[in-house]
């Protein structure tokens, strides 16, 4: 009986850690927390809270203003000299290969700083400068209150952690929006042509 007993119990646990695995892989179709965020985004599209953020020429930008376009959104803070750095870079890429969907307003670019209180105007006109931006169709801005950057970083999945250094660890992507204000996908940010080709299959 004692062996039938361990037997049961063995089963019991096993089968309790089965349905939780089961929940938090979202019925085992991911097995990562990011994998997890990017299906649930393509079977439930999020709306984007419409906050209003300050732009790099110090102007406000209520997110409502860019609905009717595709939007490329990532997070960055300025500081940063590794991710963001890159980032900037392909999203001058993307601006450069959009510029006819952003030249009859269907497309845009978004780089939203999650450091707000260090990334002024000038210091995203700064970054955009760095990043060698074209002067169209990239936006660099701000959330303006805590709670807006909140609400921004809850509704994109963005999670941001101190380093210690001054610095931030964050989870990196390329955030589309669609020109509902809805936030469809979540891809890869160190694979712009990735975006490239989502938007150009729905611009055609």
């Known amino acids: 009986m004692p062996a039938l007993r361990t037997l049961l119990a063995s089963l019991l646990i096993l089968a309790v850690g089965t349905a939780l695995l089961a929940a938090a892989t979202d019925g085992f179709r991911a097995f990562t927390s990011e994998a997890a965020r ?7 599209p999020r709306p984007v809270p419409a906050v209003v953020l300050q732009t790099s020429r110090g102007e406000a930008l209520p997110l409502d203003a860019l609905r009717g376009r595709w939007l490329l959104v990532d997070f960055v803070y300025t500081r940063c000299r590794t991710y963001c750095s890159a980032q ?4 001058a890429q993307l601006q450069d290969q959009l510029a006819p969907a952003i030249a009859r307003g269907q497309a845009a670019l978004l780089s939203i700083s999650f450091d707000p209180a260090h990334d002024t105007a000038d210091e995203l006109a700064a970054y955009l400068a760095r990043s060698r931006d074209r002067g169209a169709g990239w936006y660099a801005a701000r959330p303006t209150s805590e709670a807006d950057l909140q609400a921004l970083q809850q509704a994109f999945g963005v999670t941001v952690i101190p380093d210690g250094l001054g610095g931030y660890e964050h989870n990196a992507a390329i955030l589309v929006v669609d020109p509902q204000g809805r936030l469809v996908a979540v891809l890869d940010w160190d694979a ?3 975006a490239l080709q989502y938007l150009q ?3 055609s």
């Open 192 to 194: 712009p042509q990735d």
């Open 201 to 203: 299959a729905r611009l």
């Open 38 to 44: 990017r299906l649930a985004v393509a079977e439930q």
């Open 88 to 91: 900037g870079s392909a999203f």
